[in-house]
């Protein structure tokens, strides 16, 4: 399995326990959710849920593969209805067989490599229907500080083995620049992409953080 195991020990010690919708993918959805009222979306690793309220006000029919049990576990108490829908597993190299008119990733496929990534963009572009859209939200750019840390892995684009810092514990970690991500998703119309940079200026380390969101959308 791509998964790394140290995200599920994460989640045994309730840390990255995000429970709130992100911003910027409740911004990207309301602006691409499909025109139809009801629709199916996929969500690549879907963490502790946090972006599944949106999807539940949307009456959108919700999936998600997630690698880790302990989580899945949590949500399928919280979110019964889903229990079917959210399940454990390598979207990497799995995803469900039913055409999705939307896929969205909260920067759960960055922590793949180059490969893995391929494969599962390669899926994504099967599954959604004609027209339907990929939303990546959070991507980590090769601008960011933190790119510059950590070990080579299996690709030039990969790093793993970070001992501190936002990426500490957490395994592999994919970065991109423009002309990596449109690579990747060449088989996509890029409708847009926003980079987005932040510098931390308190505690003052000043660590510049720079992130993608975009929408591809399959032709």
Known sequence: MSFSNKW????Q????????PWSDLVSLVMHN??????????????????????FITLGADYYAVEGS???????????????DNIIVGDFTKD??????DLIVDRAALTHNNEKSIIECISKCHKQLVSGGKFIGVGWFSTEYDEYEKGDKAEDIWTKTNFIEGNFANVGRVHFSNKGHL??????????????????????GN????????FVAKKI
């Open 182 to 203: 449109l690579d990747l998703f060449s088989k996509f119309k890029m409708l847009s992409m926003m980079k987005k940079i932040h510098i931390d200026e308190l505690p």
């Open 95 to 100: 995803i469900p067989n039913q055409e999705f």
């Open 8 to 11: 599920d020990e994460r989640y």
């Open 33 to 54: 959710k499909p025109p139809k009222e009801k629709f199916r979306v996929l969500e690549l690793g879907c963490g502790a849920g946090a972006n599944i309220p949106l």
């Open 13 to 20: 010690e309730n840390t990255h326990m995000s429970i709130w």
């Open 69 to 83: 049990q302990t989580i899945v576990n949590q949500l399928h108490k919280q979110y019964p209805q889903f229990k």
């Open 206 to 213: 000043n660590l510049k953080i720079v992130l993608w969101n």
